[in-house]
């Protein structure tokens, strides 16, 4: 619990787990954060729209196992992709943001 101790925010909490921005660690962890917020994302927009996984792979044009990977985080997915699934799929726009 030392390793705890001084942690006053969020960020140094990441930083004593994972690692500086920029190490390999770090680098492995923001991505799993990322595909998370992505999967949940699209499973939420999926049952907003009250469509299954395969009828969401019917609209966009891929397949509703590839849906499934996605929705549990386990798929590597392309950008273009993703804009089908949520624009053509979902009718959903996307913005994104570089920080």
């Known amino acids: 619990m030392k390793k705890y101790e001084n942690i ?10 994972h690692g500086k921005i920029g190490t390999e660690s770090r680098n492995d962890y923001e991505e799993n954060s990322q595909m998370f917020i ?4 699209l499973k939420e ?8 996984q ?4 019917e609209k966009a044009g891929t397949k509703k196992s590839y849906i499934s990977k996605l ?13 089908r699934i949520f624009e053509i799929g979902l009718n959903r ?4 943001t570089f920080l």
């Open 71 to 83: 929705e549990n985080g386990r798929g590597n997915i392309q950008l273009s992709t993703l804009i």
């Open 8 to 17: 006053k925010s969020f960020d140094e909490l990441v930083d004593a787990e």
């Open 54 to 57: 395969e009828q969401l792979a």
């Open 38 to 41: 992505i999967s949940e994302m």
């Open 93 to 96: 726009r996307i913005g994104l």
């Open 45 to 52: 927009a999926r049952k907003e729209a009250k469509m299954t």
